[in-house]
């Protein structure tokens, strides 16, 4: 289910995805949608990345030797 945000941002700014929604026959707020759920899922892979890692420093490693 979608829910409705409002934005507030400066005009020079907002120009830029006006054109780029523009050119891919989309609306600013789906460019946008599309934008944020991209962040989300690039946030969740590094967390789960980051947890992986401190797992595998936690653990140790054995260099050799005694």
Do not use: C
């Amino acid at each position: 289910m979608a829910q409705n945000v409002t934005l507030k941002l400066p005009k020079e700014t907002i120009r830029g995805p006006k054109i780029i929604a523009a050119k891919r026959g989309m609306s600013i707020s789906s460019l946008l949608a599309a934008k944020v759920e991209e962040l989300v899922g690039e946030d969740a892979r590094y967390q789960a990345a980051r947890r992986r890692a401190l797992e595998w420093l936690a653990q140790g490693w054995h260099l050799g030797g005694n």
